[in-house]
């Protein structure tokens, strides 16, 4: 059974590599917003944001980014209800949306140390 320096040890480690992995996480959910808005709302790319989102929402704050998390899951909630809706957002709703991913995908430093 390992012991608590151990258990910590790999706890750290973990952190440490969703750290690294972390901006390109954010880069990604940033050029698939960018990619949606320069084309005609498509509620299937609206979903795989949705569920990238949904997954950094959750994984964020476990391992320590709980600012990440919470904008991450106030971009998901947006998305949700438009595709619960089955409707094209309007443009405020659109603004909306693009502040919360701006503040979710900048503004972080350097992540990786």
Known sequence: MPDESD??????????AYAEQLPDKLAEVARQWAGMQAQPWNPEQAAVLHRRLHTLAGSAPT???ADI????RQAERLLKAW????????EGETAELNG??????????????
């Open 100 to 113: 919360h991913i701006q503040a979710l995908c900048t503004g972080h430093g350097d992540l990786r140390t």
């Open 63 to 65: 391992f320590g980014f």
């Open 69 to 72: 998390g919470r904008r991450a």
């Open 83 to 90: 595709n619960n809706d089955l409707r094209k957002p309007g």
């Open 7 to 16: 258990i910590q040890a790999r706890l750290q480690a973990l952190r440490t």
